[in-house]
């Protein structure tokens, strides 16, 4: 992780429940980020019941980790995140997802510095090689001046649909646009199989 004593550019934010298969896999990947972007990570663990606070613990360096003793879900968790963040960008990153090494750059880049477009898409696959697409997105790098007048997760919640795909909503209605950046990858692998237990 980056030096704490920039004052980064963007904000990797995670919102976590029961993430401790993933969590450092993606982390590790976060942390190869070269110098060049002055970035910080905020994990929110939002009422994880397994080793996720441990692991969290255990992390060294310019991490900003939050606890929410109870789950008060994805959306909410990501508004948290956020809040804490410093960044004037933000990255919002499943914690299943892996980013590959040159993805932040391209991502950061494809929002110019106009104000337009409001947010970026990486190209997501899986390990067959698929590109993911749809609203259930892994990773979105957006604006925190979109982010604050979309009014965030918590402002663009609607009954019955999927808080990312919510978000997704509320900037086309705002007329912000979002764009996909093919030159940022991310790899959306399945979570590892359980441990088998004991008989």
């Known amino acids: 992780m980056p030096d704490g004593a920039n004052s980064p550019r963007v904000?990797?934010?995670?919102?976590?429940?029961?993430?401790?298969?993933?969590?450092?896999?993606?982390?590790?990947?976060v942390a190869r980020v070269p110098d060049t972007i002055p970035f910080e990570v905020v994990v929110?663990?939002?009422?994880?019941?397994?080793?996720?606070?441990?692991?969290?613990?255990?992390?060294?360096?310019?991490?900003?980790?939050?606890?929410?003793?109870?789950p008060v879900g994805y959306g909410p968790a990501c508004d948290q995140g956020v809040a804490a963040a410093r960044g004037d960008v933000v990255v919002l990153l499943s914690a299943d997802a892996v980013p590959v090494d040159g993805w932040l750059e391209p991502l950061v880049?494809?929002?110019?510095?106009?104000?337009?477009?409001?947010?970026?898409?990486?190209?997501a696959i899986d390990v067959d090689g698929?590109?993911?697409?749809?609203?259930?997105?892994?990773?979105?790098?957006?604006r925190r001046d979109a982010?604050?007048?979309?009014?965030?997760?918590?402002?663009?919640?609607?009954?019955?649909?999927?808080?990312?795909?919510?978000?997704?909503?509320?900037?086309?209605?705002?007329?912000?646009?979002?764009?996909?950046?093919?030159?940022?990858?991310?790899l959306q692998p399945p979570w590892p199989e359980p441990e088998p237990g004991p008989d």
């Not at 995670?14 to 993606?26: D, I």
């Not at 880049?109 to 190209?123: E, F, H, I, T, V």
């Not at 209605?173 to 764009?179: K, Q, R």
């Open 109 to 123: 880049a494809a929002l110019g510095s106009d104000g337009s477009p409001a947010a970026a898409r990486p190209r």
């Open 147 to 186: 982010y604050e007048r979309t009014g965030g997760f918590a402002a663009a919640s609607r009954p019955g649909r999927a808080d990312k795909a919510s978000l997704l909503d509320a900037l086309a209605a705002a007329g912000l646009e979002v764009v996909a950046e093919p030159a940022s990858l991310v």
């Open 130 to 142: 698929r590109v993911l697409t749809g609203s259930l997105w892994p990773c979105l790098a957006i």
């Open 44 to 70: 929110v663990d939002d009422g994880s019941a397994d080793a996720t606070p441990l692991i969290l613990q255990q992390i060294e360096g310019d991490l900003i980790s939050l606890r929410n003793d109870e």
């Open 11 to 29: 904000s990797v934010v995670l919102a976590v429940q029961n993430a401790a298969p993933v969590l450092m896999r993606c982390l590790s990947a």
